[in-house]
């Protein structure tokens, strides 16, 4: 079992940043990956970026440039750093891990963009 907390989301103007933050609850070594998944009211459920634990990373064609994933292995926990926001990013962002044979998510933090 994994516990995922997700923090960092806000109001942010457009053009600014944010960087959220999601802590595992115990050693990431094990897990595949972590990310984060980004929903917002209507719209589908979009991959926003993905680390595998070897480092390689993954992003949504919408945030290329703009977005960066990292991770503390240290301290279990991913960071998401979002630049030059747009009003389109706006979204409940959810974190989440990838462990052989299962996903875990965190509860979601909001980020809202004011245009």
């Known amino acids: 079992q994994v516990q995922l907390v997700d923090s960092g989301g806000g109001l942010v103007q457009a053009g600014g940043s944010l960087r959220l933050s999601c802590a595992a609850s115990?050693?990431?070594?094990?897990?595949?990956?972590m990310g984060w998944y980004r929903q917002a009211p209507g719209k589908q459920r979009e991959l926003v970026a993905f680390?595998?634990?070897?480092?390689?990373?993954n992003y949504g064609d919408s945030v290329k440039g703009r977005f960066t994933i990292d991770r503390d292995n240290a301290k279990n926990t991913v960071f998401l750093l979002m630049s030059n926001l747009k009003p389109e990013d706006a979204a409940v962002y959810y974190c989440?891990?990838?462990?052989?044979?299962?996903?875990?998510r965190g509860q979601g933090t909001q980020v809202t963009v004011s245009s």
């Open positions: 115990r050693s990431t070594d094990s897990f595949i990956g």
């Open positions: 680390i595998s634990t070897g480092g390689i990373t």
């Open positions: 989440f891990a990838q462990v052989f044979g299962m996903e875990y």
